[in-house]
C-alpha cells in the first residue's frame, strides 16, 4: 500500500462507501463538527486528528470535492493574503478587505 495522501484518501472513502451506507453531506459535518470539539479539548491526540481528516476526506468526496485540488487552489490564495494580528484565542485570520461600491 502507498503512503501516498491520494492512496490514502481512496482507502478512506472505500471503507466509509462500505460502512456508513446511509451517511449524507449534512450527517458528515454534524459528525465532524463533533470531532473537531474532541480535539479542541485534547490537540495533541494523534487519533482525533486522524479522525477529523477521515470526516473532511469523506465529506470532500461526497461532494465530488478533490481536496487535494482545493487544498493546493487554497494555498496559493492564502500565501498572496495579508495576515492579521493573534485574536484572543490565539487565532490569526487573514485581513478582510472592504468593497467600496461607487454610485
Known amino acids: 500500500m502507498s503512503d501516498s495522501f491520494e492512496q ?3 482507502d ?3 471503507w466509509q462507501n462500505q460502512v456508513f451506507t446511509q451517511a449524507t ?3 458528515r459535518v454534524e459528525h465532524l463538527y463533533r470531532e473537531a470539539r474532541e480535539l479542541k479539548e485534547n490537540p ?3 487519533a482525533e ?5 477521515f470526516l473532511l476526506v469523506g465529506l470532500a468526496a461526497g461532494e465530488g470535492v478533490n481536496l487535494l485540488e482545493a487544498g493546493r487552489k487554497k494555498l496559493e490564495i492564502n500565501k498572496r493574503r ?3 494580528q ?3 484565542q490565539g487565532v490569526v485570520e487573514h485581513v478582510r ?3 467600496v461600491e461607487e454610485d
Open 25 to 27: 453531506s449534512q450527517s
Open 8 to 10: 490514502l484518501f481512496k
Open 97 to 99: 478587505m472592504r468593497v
Open 49 to 53: 486528528m486522524a479522525d477529523v481528516l
Open 86 to 88: 493573534p485574536d484572543a
Open 12 to 14: 478512506i472513502v472505500e
Open 82 to 84: 495579508q495576515w492579521g
Open 44 to 46: 495533541s491526540d494523534a
